[in-house]
Each structure stands twice: as structure tokens, then as C-alpha cells.
């Protein structure tokens, strides 16, 4: 579980320097769903609402995380809310980004969100590469790719690859955003329409569903079969290696009826 600190709880050097940007913060709450982080607030400022997303400078990774957050953050500005501030202090690191009304998006059967995530994917598979180095997807894999693997993983499109519903918010007028680019990554451009797939089937989607909505996607109707034949082999390594083979059997299955295998 991520520890989760209040606004109280941050040094006072670090809130004075947010409100140095923000002007007095008037009401604070913890955002305790997703984010690998441990300030996840949202603020109420004299000027507005910003959410405020932070790590503790010891931790190299968290802090590498969310530099790579602000310079890919222009690239992503039409599917994800804009950084306001970056504010530094107290051991801390922080970005305080616009922050969007609305809700978590609702993947299940029946749902009226998926147009609206489905808009937003396609949106960012127009993004081209991204302004500032980010990892290549296939990296992520390396200790569990077979050999000639990783160029099947191989391409130029930013990737989210955490479209969770937590990291997708539905705002009021029904747009969704997509927030949380820490794990982003270069890959072929299917990648999150597929996973997002995965994660229709996982809130209760029927397979059939699931791979309707992601043939929507010219991406993954043009997709080489080999190269998710690929994707799908890794991710069911890795997440073997990773949980077990029978904490991984109901992700592995969802994953691997991507490639149309049995619904029964």
C-alpha cells in the first residue's frame, strides 16, 4: 500500500513554496485510489483546484518518474491535464497540474464512458514521438523476451500503459483524460487500445465485447499478428514471474484472448 501524506503533513518549507504558486491552499484531500506516489492531493487554492502529485527526493526512481511526467507533459496535453507548477523543498519533489472535475471512467457492461476513452486513445496515437527520451516498451521486458522478440515491440508511439480506471477521468462534459504517465513508453501504437481491452474484460466485459470495441482501432486492425503474439507471450512471463502461475492464470487468460482464442 502507497503511504499517503496529508497537506499538514508536508514540510512546511514545501507548502509555503506551493502556495508561493498557488496563492493560500483553503482545503486539502488525499487522493487514495492509483498513483505510485505518496502526495497525491487535491488542493483547493484562492485561485482554483490543482492536483498535487508528489515523491520524497531519496527516492531516485519516484523522482526520475515524475521528471519524465513534466517533459512529456506538452506532448500529452490534449488527453491529459496540463502541470501548473513544479515546486521543489523540504526533501521533497512536486508538480501541481490542472485539475479535472469529473470521475473515474466505469469499464464494466453497459458503461457509456468507452466512446469517450476510445476518442481519447485515438487522439494520442496522432501524437507522433514524444518531446524527451522515454523508455522503449520492449526494455520493460528484457529479462523474459525470447530471442527476436523485442523488435516485434519495437515503434515510435507514446504509450501510456497504465489505462487502469483510475488513470482514466470522465469530466463533466464526458471527455475523458488520462493521467499518470509515469510508466510511459515508446512501442507500437496498439499497445494501450489493447490493454485497455484487457482491462474491459477485467471490469466484467465478455471477450467478444472486448475485442469488438478494441477492432474499432485501425492501429490494432493492422497490427502484425506476430508482434502481438509477441506482446501477449512477454506480458504473460512477466506477470508469471512476477504473481506466480496461478496468481497470473485469470490476467494471462484475459491477455491471451487477444489473440481470438477460445471465449468457452
Known amino acids: 500500500m502507497v503511504e499517503r501524506i496529508g497537506w499538514e503533513g508536508l514540510p512546511a518549507v514545501l507548502r509555503d513554496a506551493v502556495e508561493d504558486h ?3 491552499v483553503t482545503a486539502s484531500e488525499i487522493i487514495a485510489e ?33 521528471r519524465q511526467e513534466e517533459r512529456i507533459n506538452e506532448t500529452v496535453g490534449s488527453v491529459s491535464p496540463a502541470v501548473r507548477h513544479r515546486v521543489h523543498g523540504g526533501g521533497w519533489s512536486c508538480l501541481a497540474f490542472a485539475y479535472i472535475e469529473g470521475r473515474h471512467a466505469d469499464l464494466s457492461p453497459g458503461t457509456k464512458d468507452l466512446r469517450a476513452v ?5 487522439r494520442m496515437q ?9 523508455p522503449r516498451l520492449a526494455d520493460r521486458f ?7 522478440e523485442a523488435e516485434h ?6 504509450l501510456h500503459t497504465d489505462t487502469n480506471p483510475h488513470n482514466i477521468v470522465i469530466s463533466r462534459n464526458g471527455d475523458a483524460y488520462l493521467v499518470d504517465w509515469a510508466r510511459a513508453a515508446t512501442g507500437p501504437a496498439w499497445v494501450d487500445p489493447a490493454c ?15 475485442r469488438a470495441w478494441l477492432a474499432g482501432f485501425r492501429s490494432w486492425r493492422h497490427a502484425d499478428p506476430e508482434s502481438v503474439d509477441a506482446f501477449v507471450n512477454v506480458t504473460c ?19 491471451r484472448h487477444l489473440l481470438g482464442s477460445s471465449d468457452g
Open 22 to 24: 498557488t496563492g493560500q
Open 126 to 134: 496522432e501524437f507522433g514521438g514524444p518531446s524527451a527520451p522515454v
Open 118 to 122: 476510445a476518442v481519447a486513445l485515438r
Open 196 to 210: 485497455t481491452a484487457v482491462r474491459l474484460m477485467e471490469n466484467g466485459q465478455e471477450p467478444t465485447a472486448a
Open 142 to 148: 528484457t529479462p523474459y523476451l525470447l530471442p527476436g
Open 153 to 158: 515491440l519495437s515503434g515510435n508511439a507514446l
Open 34 to 66: 492509483g498513483l505510485n506516489c505518496s502526495v497525491a492531493l487535491a488542493l483547493t487554492t484562492e485561485h482554483g483546484r490543482l492536483f498535487l502529485k508528489g515523491v520524497r527526493d531519496a527516492d531516485a526512481e519516484a523522482v526520475a518518474s515524475l
Open 237 to 255: 512471463r512477466h506477470w508469471t514471474a512476477t504473481v506466480g502461475e496461478r496468481g497470473a492464470r485469470p490476467s494471462n487468460a484475459r491477455f
